[in-house]
């Protein structure tokens, strides 16, 4: 693989705006009629959310992250998709790049809701 060209800059005001945080994957479940999207709830720490995840094409069983903790941004404006809302999104590795996504996990166990930065 070869890197992409690093993106253009941003202030730190900019990057500082993002809320992203851990949470534990407690369930992944098919959406129907998507050819993509998972339908994930994700414990962090002081409430659960529904965040949808287009993984359904990546992994031959999504069910294998449950109990896996990862960061998710979740102060993204809902979006509803496939007839879903979901409340966040899934950071993953690779998929941009055309690499099997992976999950951008912590290096040890958090608590969940814990930030990044």
């Known amino acids: 693989m ?8 941003v202030k730190i005001e900019d990057l500082q705006k993002l ?4 949470g534990t994957i407690e369930a992944v479940d098919d959406v129907e009629g998507s050819k993509k999207l ?3 709830t994700v414990n962090f720490g002081d409430h659960t959310r529904t965040i949808l995840a287009g993984m359904k094409q990546e992994r031959e069983d999504p069910g294998e992250i449950v109990g896996r903790q990862a960061l998710f941004v979740v102060n993204l404006a809902p979006r509803k998709m496939a007839g879903l809302e ?3 999104m899934l950071f993953d590795l690779g998929y ?3 690499v099997t996504p992976v999950l951008a996990v912590p290096e040890s166990a958090v608590p969940d ?5």
């Open 96 to 98: 941009e790049d055309g």
């Open 113 to 117: 809701g814990t930030r990044a930065g």
């Open 2 to 9: 070869k890197p992409a060209p690093v993106k253009p800059s």
């Open 19 to 22: 809320d992203i945080r851990v």
């Open 38 to 40: 998972v339908e994930l």
């Open 86 to 88: 979901s409340h966040g």
